[in-house]
């Protein structure tokens, strides 16, 4: 009986152990880049006419700046991490650019740890501290709190102005 617990026990822990390495793993591995099929009713932007419609849009006053700063997340839940440091890396460029992991500075670990972030991903309130960990200024908006129509002219208003550089 004394063997048949312990092979009981061994085959548990061995299964935890590869269930613990497959999370693991997951967790941290870098999502694979894949170009899926668009709609048909979107533009690529490195077709000729999604260039051509860049060329002419009036919401591209960032574009460039966050284009040149375009990273892809290192870790599966790290979409907002991402895209902060591309809009960081942009107002900031003369700094050393900070990368996917030095963003965790000991003040941003107090909020959210990378560990946390890995593992549960972050809300926008979160991601809002985060950025005000590293001093800059930043609105929410919830999509459940607006209307598409606002939504769009919020946006269509931010993607017309150039940014804001308060830390040059």
Known sequence: MKRQLRIVGLSVLGLLGIAGGSLFYFAFQK??????????????????????????????????????????????????????????????????????????TDSVQKIRSSWAVTFAGMNLAQLDALLEAHQLESTVF???????????????????SSPRRDRD
Do not use: W
């Open 142 to 160: 919830y999509a459940s709190e607006t209307s598409l129509a606002e939504f769009r002219a919020l946006v269509q208003k931010n993607l017309q």
């Open 31 to 104: 999502p694979p880049v894949r170009s899926r099929p668009l709609p048909l009713n979107l533009v690529a932007i490195d077709s000729t006419r999604g260039q051509e419609l860049l060329a002419t849009s009036d919401y591209t006053a960032d574009y460039g700046q966050l284009n040149a700063h375009f990273v892809p997340q290192a870790r599966r839940a790290f979409c907002g991490v991402a895209s902060s440091l591309m809009m960081i890396n942009a107002l900031q460029s003369a700094q050393m650019p900070l990368n996917q992991f030095n963003f965790f």
